[in-house]
T-cell receptor, first 113, second 112 residues
């Protein structure tokens, strides 16, 4: 069973605050990902990383930023939260190699007032 | 480019009914195919996978066969339970292993 952890699970916070969503995995996976999930449940890739010091933007433009200083840690930061950032954020990791699935955390449900 | 199309929901069934959720894909080369399940309030869990043509993935009574000739990976279960109520995602991983493409998800609701 995959071990990938996201904190917090739920966050309700006011507009203008700086937010960091945490994601950690204990499997030593090189690849990590952040998805935004809209109310219709569709998933949108917003950031990914193929290893330490590697970060790339995904298919959906996002005002968030990410960092990958350690293999196991891939935090996502919003410098100034707005109501439009209200969403479910899912972190995933996976091994390098053909046919390797991604493993997901339980998500952070973010509400900006 | 690569894409995944799955049937729109919601799918509403009675307990013990037969389930099919259709998934078709467009891809170059030889992708790997997956079904993920998302229970309310949780992240996605890998349900099953198939990495080459004619492979059958199976788990928890669910099955899907990788059909290259019809570019399909339909999810089936012979007898659904209330606990199977969830959102199901079909996904494709490109041959290089660099991009995972998800369908839009299908919501399944099973009543007793």
């Amino acid at each position: 069973e995959a071990d990938i952890y996201q904190t917090p699970r739920y966050l309700v916070i006011g507009t203008g605050k700086k937010i960091t969503l945490e994601c950690s995995q204990t499997m030593g996976h090189d690849k990590m990902y952040w998805y935004q999930q809209d109310p219709g449940m569709e998933l949108h890739l917003i950031h990914y990383s193929y290893g330490v010091n590697s970060t790339e933007k995904g298919d959906l433009s996002s005002e968030s930023t990410v960092s990958r200083i350690r293999t196991e840690h891939f935090p996502l930061t919003l410098e100034s939260a707005r109501p439009s950032h209200t969403s479910q954020y899912l972190c995933a990791s996976g091994e390098t190699g053909v046919g390797q699935p991604q493993h997901f955390g339980d998500g952070t449900r973010l509400s900006i007032l | 480019g690569n894409s995944v199309t799955q049937m729109e929901g919601p799918v509403t069934l009675s307990e013990e009914a037969f389930l099919t959720i259709n998934c078709t894909y467009t891809a170059t080369g030889y992708p790997s195919l997956f079904w993920y399940v998302q229970y309310p309030g949780e992240g996605l869990q890998l349900l099953l996978k198939a990495t080459k043509a004619d492979d059958k993935g199976s788990n928890k009574g669910f099955e899907a066969t990788y059909r290259k000739e019809t570019t399909s990976f339909h999810l089936e279960k012979g007898s659904v339970q209330v606990s199977d109520s969830a959102v199901y995602f079909c996904a494709l991983l490109n041959q290089a292993g660099t991009a995972l493409i998800f369908g839009k998800g299908t919501t399944l609701s099973v009543s007793s």
